[in-house]
C-alpha cells in the first residue's frame, strides 16, 4: 500500500525535470506499477500567444534588445497594433523599440540619415561631422549639449572642444567637456589629457590644471613646460620652480625651452639670486648656449623686483648685440617703476635701430576714437558683458562699498585718469571703470563667497587693481581678473601678481 502511495510522486517528479515536456524519460522502477494516466498533461491551446515579440536591434555597436511586450487575452484574434496605441494607451511594462516617430527625429538631427549610424561612432560618424561643423561655425556650446545628449563624438572632436573652451577663456564649459571625456572612450589618451591642462592652464585654475597632470600615465617635456609657464602667467612662480625641480629629480633633462620657462617663473616669484643661478647653470652644468629669449628672461627677473640698474649693467655685457625687443623690455620696465631717466635712454637706443618708432610719434594723426573698456564677468553659467560708456553717469551708484574701502584705507589714485578735469570729478570717473562694474554686479547677482572670474581686454590700471585688493579683504571672496597681460588671484587684500604685472 506503501509503494502504490510512492509511486505516483516518481513519476511526476520525472516528468517535471524531463526536457521534454510531458513525456518522461525515466525507466519504470522495479516491481512498481505505471498508472494508466500521467499526471501532467502539455497544454496546448494554439490559440495563445508568445509574451515576447519584435525583437529589435538598434545597431551593430550597441547590442541591446528591446522588447515589446503584448497583452495577452483568451480569444482576442490579430488587432492593428497602431490604432491600439492611438486609441487606447497602455502604460508602458519596458524599454520598447523605437517607434517611427522617433526614427524620423532621429534622422532629421541627423541630417537625413539614420540615427543607428551615428550613435556610438568615433570619429567618423555623421553625428561627429555635425559636431565638427558646429565647433567651427563657433556654436560650442550647443554641441557640448549634443554631446550631453548622448551624441557620440570623436578624438578630433574632444581636442578641438578643449581648443575652443581654452581660447574663449569658457573654465564652466570647459569642465564640462572634460567630464564629457572621462565617460568616453579616451579617457586616459596623452594628447587629450595634455589638452585639458592646457585649457585650465589658459583659463587660469591652475588648481584643476595640476591635478590632471598629476595623473597623466606618460609626460613629456611639453607637458612639464607647459605648468610651469602657467604657473608663471598665472603669478605662482614658487609653484612653477619647485615643479622643475620634480622635473629634474624625475630624470628629465632641461633643454633651451625648459629654462626659458624657469626663468619666467623667476621673475614672477621675484627670485633674482635663484634667476641668475639657473641662468649659470644652463652655461656650466648643461652646455645650453643661451638665446635672446634667456637675456629678455634675465631681465625681466631684475626689471620685476626693481634691481633697473642691474639690469642695465646687464645688458652692457652681453656677449650679443642688444636687439629691439631687449631696449624695449628695459623701457618698460623703467616706466613701470618710475625711472625717467632710464627710461628716455632706453627710447633712444630704441629709435637708433627702428626709426619708426620716433616718426610714429611725430607724425600728426587724426584724432581716433578711444576703445572702451570690455568686462565679462562669468556667473551662473553665462557671461555678461560691462562696456563703459557714460562713465559720469550720476545714476550708477555704490556708495556703500566706497565707504567701506575708504574707512579700510583706499586712496583714489587720479594719475590713471587721463581727462582734463577736476580732482573730485576724476575720483568719480575711477569708480566707473567697467571692472568695477563688474565686480559690483557679480557681488550681488552670486551667493556669498563665491569665486568672481573676470575678463578685461585692456591691461588694469594701478588705481583699480589697488582697489580690488581691498575688495576681496571686504567682500571675503577670491577675485581673479584676466587683463591683457596676466591672471591677478585677489585674495585677502593680496594679488599673485606681487603688485607687479
Known amino acids: 500500500m506503501a509503494a502504490s502511495l510512492v509511486c505516483p510522486s516518481l513519476y511526476t517528479s520525472a516528468s517535471r525535470i524531463s526536457p521534454d515536456f510531458g513525456r518522461p524519460q525515466t525507466p519504470n522502477p522495479i516491481n512498481l506499477r505505471r498508472p494508466k494516466t500521467p499526471l501532467l498533461r502539455p497544454l496546448k491551446s494554439p490559440g495563445l500567444r508568445p509574451l515576447c515579440a519584435a525583437y529589435a536591434v538598434p545597431n551593430a555597436d550597441n547590442p541591446r534588445i528591446y522588447r515589446r511586450r503584448r497583452r495577452v487575452a483568451e480569444g482576442a484574434g490579430p488587432r492593428s497594433t497602431t490604432k491600439d496605441r492611438t486609441e487606447n494607451p497602455r502604460r508602458k511594462q519596458g524599454r520598447e523599440a523605437p517607434s517611427k516617430d522617433a526614427r524620423n527625429l532621429a534622422e532629421n538631427r541627423a541630417g537625413g540619415e539614420p540615427r543607428e549610424q551615428s550613435l556610438g561612432s568615433v570619429g567618423g560618424g555623421l553625428e561627429g561631422a555635425d559636431l565638427m561643423g558646429l565647433l567651427q561655425e563657433g556654436r560650442v556650446e550647443e554641441a557640448v549639449g549634443y554631446m550631453e545628449q548622448g551624441v557620440g563624438a570623436g578624438y578630433a572632436v574632444f581636442g578641438a572642444l578643449l581648443e575652443s573652451c581654452g581660447s574663449s577663456k569658457s573654465l ?10 572621462r565617460r568616453s572612450r579616451f579617457p586616459g589618451a596623452v594628447d587629450l589629457s ?118 642695465w649693467d646687464f645688458v652692457e655685457k652681453m656677449p650679443i648685440e642688444p636687439t629691439l625687443e631687449i631696449w624695449e623690455a628695459l623701457r618698460n620696465h623703467a616706466r613701470i617703476h618710475g625711472d625717467l631717466e632710464l627710461e628716455d635712454r632706453a627710447e633712444e637706443l630704441l629709435v637708433a635701430l627702428d626709426p619708426s618708432q620716433a616718426i610714429a610719434k611725430k607724425l600728426p594723426l587724426p ?40 574707512e579700510a584705507g583706499y586712496v583714489p589714485d587720479t594719475r590713471y585718469v587721463l581727462h582734463d578735469i ?44 589697488n582697489a580690488i585688493k581691498i575688495m576681496s579683504r571686504i567682500v571675503g571672496r577670491e577675485l581673479i581678473v584676466r587683463d591683457n597681460k596676466r591672471f591677478h588671484h585677489f585674495r585677502d587684500g593680496q594679488c599673485s601678481c606681487g603688485d607687479f604685472w
Open 194 to 311: 595634455e589638452k585639458v591642462v592646457r585649457m585650465y592652464v589658459n583659463c587660469g585654475s591652475m588648481r584643476d590644471a595640476r591635478r590632471v597632470f598629476d595623473r597623466m600615465r606618460e609626460k613629456d617635456m611639453s607637458s612639464w613646460h607647459l605648468m610651469i609657464n602657467g604657473y608663471a602667467a598665472s603669478s605662482q612662480g614658487n609653484d612653477g620652480l619647485l615643479l622643475f625641480e620634480q622635473m629634474r629629480k624625475a630624470g628629465l633633462l632641461p633643454d633651451g625651452e625648459t629654462f626659458t620657462a624657469v626663468l619666467a617663473a623667476c621673475a614672477s616669484a621675484g627670485a633674482v639670486k635663484q634667476g641668475l643661478a639657473h641662468f649659470d647653470s644652463m652655461r656650466k652644468e648643461f652646455g645650453i648656449v643661451p638665446s635672446v629669449e634667456h637675456y629678455l628672461g634675465v631681465i625681466d627677473v631684475y626689471g620685476s623686483s626693481g634691481h633697473l640698474c642691474e639690469a
Open 422 to 465: 577736476d580732482e573730485e570729478a576724476k575720483e568719480q570717473a575711477l569708480q566707473y571703470h567697467s571692472e568695477r562694474l563688474a565686480i559690483a554686479y557679480g557681488l550681488i547677482s552670486t551667493p556669498p563667497r563665491t569665486t568672481l572670474r573676470i575678463m578685461k581686454n585692456l591691461r588694469i590700471c594701478g588705481d583699480c587693481h
Open 367 to 406: 584724432p581716433r576714437r578711444k576703445h572702451s573698456a570690455v568686462n565679462m564677468i562669468g556667473e551662473k553659467n553665462k557671461l555678461s558683458e560691462y562696456r563703459c560708456i557714460e562713465p559720469y553717469k550720476e545714476e550708477v551708484n555704490s556708495r556703500g562699498l566706497n565707504g567701506q574701502m575708504r
Open 172 to 181: 564652466d564649459l570647459g569642465k564640462r567637456v572634460h567630464d564629457l571625456l
